[in-house]
């Protein structure tokens, strides 16, 4: 069949559907800008069928009354609501029926213990949000939720994707039945498919086990707002606390006053580890502050137990032109002046030497697990959980003093032969954007990021095979950009089925380091200008396919945590080379490594300082401060690709210097020439202000909002 997807954005649920479904249908991509937009696209593609997997937005009438339009609900039949996994955390149980008298009890200090199960539907748009017939309904096991690192960004890219592929792909199954067995009284198939109707029980029975909802009664209920999760220190315990941060993390936040000034607040982990510690509270601060941690910090809350902030984003002012960046707190905090560099040291934390990973419940961003299996040799998994796979230059340097650690202890200790690298629910997605956004000097961040992150890249290319010690990737959550990079530079990558990867750093307006010249041609050979370049999300198995990763296993959680450990203790006992095969007659000596290095920082200095700059401070500017796409790109929107029209990205100028350079020289000499009368009828004349900004912008592509 023909499929249209609408998406507010292309994002990591939209991205795994796709993979899953062109595999046997055509299937194209339109954001959803606005109504005109959704309308053109259906007239342009002309689908069978059409499928919102994450559409903020309503779908026009005029496209849901003549085509069947499929909506993917994080939620199971009867939940309605555009923020049902807000409610999920929080504890909802559907027992109360008005969401403000149980937003009533929890702020009194009631507890629900949370439903048992939750569940995607997959229903057909109507006028009604989330009212129309059900075509397919997938439900699974949640757990407690209360169980560390669960918020609803995790919750989102994990569970709630796996059933929505899965209900996903049974709604289309069952729909293509039902649309190729009714007779077709239209001479318009989509008119045709948009009067196809769903059977009763699919909103009855879930796909998989064909039982009905097993997680309470289902509710309708409103947009929570970050205000009403707002909590109070003095009155909440850290477990009413944790549930009202991890609901709204990563977007929007808790909108929270605890600090002093107004923030959005993330994070939310528990510690109970620090009931002894006396809180210091900050100037102007109700939340007493127990530690600092990694750029967190750990607030106490009213039964003695820790909370940890990771991360905070100023509110959007009406002066502001964009959403700040969302930065570690520490960093947001001083540079708010709740806390100053003398606070910080006072309450600075020491990693144990050992890097064990620490007692009880509590923040730790690195650590090492060593494991020595049934033949007496041991391994080292370096697991690291990075906010969102952002790793910020901070962040590197703790995961190189964590494999300084690793080469220290193997010296002594001949059994240590691998070291896997155990990325957390992102296993990375390459230099922390929002921290070199919110930088005074986001160029210096930038390069200093990007020479960070090479150095973490360098210990596996060069420190450990040196040590004849071999490396594997584990891949258990999506990556991108210098994420991939890391882990192609393994000997092994091993990566989880369910999983997304985005190779290409071009639609951010980067080169690319991370020795990803040396690692993708390795591998790839012919195929690394195509995966750079195409700019495309890829599975598991098509990266498999093109040599990216070397092997795939299914499942989640522990079930691929024991396949990891199973197959990584099989490789070592049955004398597999200590270097990957992709090696082979490449030259790794360290004069060709610094040569990489060398050819790939002179090509991301031209995108920091040169005119070509302006497409990566602009593309992350608006990736960060979540600046509305004004079109499709073409590689999605397949329905858009006539005439020869390519996306900027994949024209000869995207990558040439003179070309940006003339560019801008034409720009500047527009503002500079003398307007003619009927230019000053439509804007002011110029002056020096002007003509610095339009200098600026040349060079930088936007002024840069600091602090």
């Known amino acids: 069949m023909k499929i249209l997807f609408l998406c507010t954005a292309h ?6 559907l796709h993979l899953a479904l062109s595999q046997s249908h055509d299937v194209t991509v339109e954001y959803a800008i606005s109504d005109e937009v959704m309308i053109e696209a259906v007239a342009l593609s002309k689908p069978d069928l059409v499928i919102c997997p994450f559409l903020t937005s309503f779908v026009p009438k005029l496209i849901y009354e003549n085509v069947c339009c499929l909506i993917v609900h994080p939620g199971p039949p009867g939940d309605a609501g555009p923020s049902s996994l807000e409610w999920l955390l929080l504890g909802d149980d559907g027992t109360i029926e008005q969401p403000a008298k149980f937003l009533k009890h929890i702020d009194e200090g009631a507890h629900f213990e949370g439903r048992s199960h939750w569940g995607v539907t997959v229903l057909q748009a109507v006028e009604q949000l989330d009212a129309g017939p059900v075509w397919a309904f997938q439900q699974f096991e949640l757990g407690s939720i209360d169980q560390p690192r669960l918020n609803k960004s995790t919750l989102y890219r994990g569970l709630v994707t796996q059933a929505a592929v899965v209900a996903t792909i049974k709604a289309v199954e069952r729909f293509q039945h039902a649309y190729s067995s009714n007779p077709k009284e239209d001479a318009d198939p989509g008119l045709h498919g948009a009067r196809v109707a769903a059977r009763p029980e699919y909103a009855r029975l879930s796909v998989t086990d ?3 909802f097993k997680g309470g009664q289902t509710r309708s209920r409103p947009l ?3 205000s009403l999760a707002a ?33 959005y607040l993330y994070g939310g982990m528990i510690d109970d ?7 210091i509270f900050p100037k102007n601060s109700s939340a007493g502050i127990l530690a600092i941690r990694d750029g967190a910090v750990c607030i106490a809350a009213v039964d003695g137990m820790g909370l940890w902030i990771t991360h905070v984003r100023k509110p959007k002012e009406k002066s502001d032109k964009a959403l700040w960046p969302k ?3 520490v960093h947001g905090l001083q540079q708010c002046h709740v806390i100053d560099s003398d606070f910080i040291g006072s309450l600075k934390w020491t990693p144990p030497s050992d890097f064990a990973l620490l007692p009880g419940r509590t923040l730790q961003e690195v650590w090492v697990d060593f494991r020595v299996d049934e033949h007496a040799n041991t391994t080292a998994y370096l697991h690291f959980e990075h906010y969102n796979g952002a790793m910020s230059t901070d962040s590197c340097s703790r995961l190189i003093a964590a494999m300084e650690y690793v080469l220290g202890r193997a010296a002594a200790d001949r059994s240590i032969c691998a070291l896997v690298l155990m990325g957390g629910s992102y296993f990375s997605n390459g230099i922390a954007l929002n921290v070199i956004e919110a930088a005074l000097d986001p160029v210096y961040e930038s390069w200093l990021n990007i020479n960070r992150i090479d150095d973490v890249v360098h210990y596996i290319l060069h420190e450990f095979p040196s040590r004849k010690i071999t490396t594997f990737a584990a891949m258990r959550g999506n990556a991108a950009a210098g994420g991939v990079a890391l882990a192609a530079a393994c000997d092994f990558v091993l990566a989880g089925h369910e999983i997304v990867l985005n190779p290409a750093y071009r639609a951010l307006g980067l080169h690319g380091s991370e020795y990803h010249l040396l690692t993708y041609h390795a591998r790839c050979e012919e195929g690394a200008a195509d995966i750079i370049n195409s700019m495309l999300p890829m599975s598991p198995v098509q990266a498999q396919q093109t040599g990216l990763v070397d092997f795939v296993f299914p499942g989640t959680g522990d079930v691929l945590d024991n396949h990891i450990r199973a197959h990584v203790s099989r490789e070592l006992h049955d004398g597999v080379p200590y270097q990957g095969f992709w090696k082979h007659g490449v030259d790794l000596s360290p004069p060709t490594l610094a040569l990489i290095r060398v050819q790939e920082l002179a090509e991301m200095s031209k995108d920091l300082w040169s005119p070509r700059s302006v497409r990566y401070h602009k593309r992350r500017f608006n990736f960060i401060r979540k600046i509305k796409p004004k079109a499709t790109p073409l590689r999605f929107a397949l329905h858009r690709q006539h005439s020869g029209r390519k996306d900027e990205e994949e024209t000869a100028e995207f990558d040439n210097v003179e070309a940006y350079k003339i560019r801008c020289e034409e720009e500047l000499l527009c503002r500079l020439s003398p307007p003619s009368p009927r230019d000053s009828l439509l804007s002011p004349p110029h002056d020096k202000e002007k003509t610095r900004a339009a200098l600026f912008s040349c060079h930088y592509g936007t002024v840069k909002m600091v602090g």
């Not at 994002?11 to 795994?16: F, I, M, V």
């Not at 709204?248 to 000034?261: C, K, N």
């Not at 580890?273 to 809180?279: C, D, F, I």
Request: hydrophobic share 35%; proline share 9%; glycine share 4%.
């Open 273 to 279: 580890t620090m009931q002894e510690v006396v809180p």
């Open 224 to 226: 929570l707002r970050a």
């Open 210 to 212: 064909n039982l009905p």
């Open 327 to 329: 930065v570690p707190a």
């Open 231 to 263: 909590f109070d220190t003095t009155r909440h315990t850290a477990k009413h606390i944790s549930r009202r941060i991890r609901c709204a993390d990563s977007q929007p936040g808790v909108y929270s006053d605890v600090f002093g000034p107004n923030f």
């Open 11 to 16: 994002n990591s649920l939209s991205q795994r």
